[in-house]
């Protein structure tokens, strides 16, 4: 069975900066494409940022330039760099598999999802 675990979350004042990661287990990630996704209370999840098997990558308007995702193959890991980080970021962060490995999307469906990571963006 395909599982995620997610780390790298905790609170951060305004303008600082976290590093999330997406660690795979039990299957290859090189095989999916992976995305990001935040949900805040009360909201609707959001998609963040994709990254397909090749390395290209997708990010949402709100996040473009701020936020990095990438992928260590090696480590069967994805990373999503957060820098700039603002209040209304503050949400629970997943990270989701799907395939094909090579197409990355910020509007398709997702099949395997991670527990999520928390994100508290305070001073």
């Known amino acids: 069975q395909l599982q995620f675990v997610e780390s790298g979350g905790g609170l951060v004042q305004p303008g600082g900066s976290l590093r999330l990661s997406c660690a795979a287990s039990?299957?290859?990630?090189?095989?999916?494409?992976i995305g990001w996704f935040r949900q805040a209370p009360g909201k609707e999840r959001e998609a963040v940022s994709c990254i397909t098997r090749g390395g290209n990558t997708v990010y949402s308007d709100s996040v473009k330039g701020r936020f990095t995702i990438s992928r260590d193959n090696a480590k069967n890991t994805v990373h999503l760099q957060m820098n700039s980080l603002k209040p209304e970021e503050t949400a629970v962060y997943y990270c989701?598999?799907?395939?094909?490995?090579?197409?990355?999307?910020?509007?398709?469906?997702?099949?395997?999802w991670g527990q999520g990571t928390q994100v508290t963006v305070s001073s």
């Open positions: 989701a598999a799907r395939i094909p490995a090579t197409v990355c999307s910020l509007t398709r469906q997702y099949d395997y």
């Open positions: 039990g299957f290859t990630l090189d095989d999916y494409a």
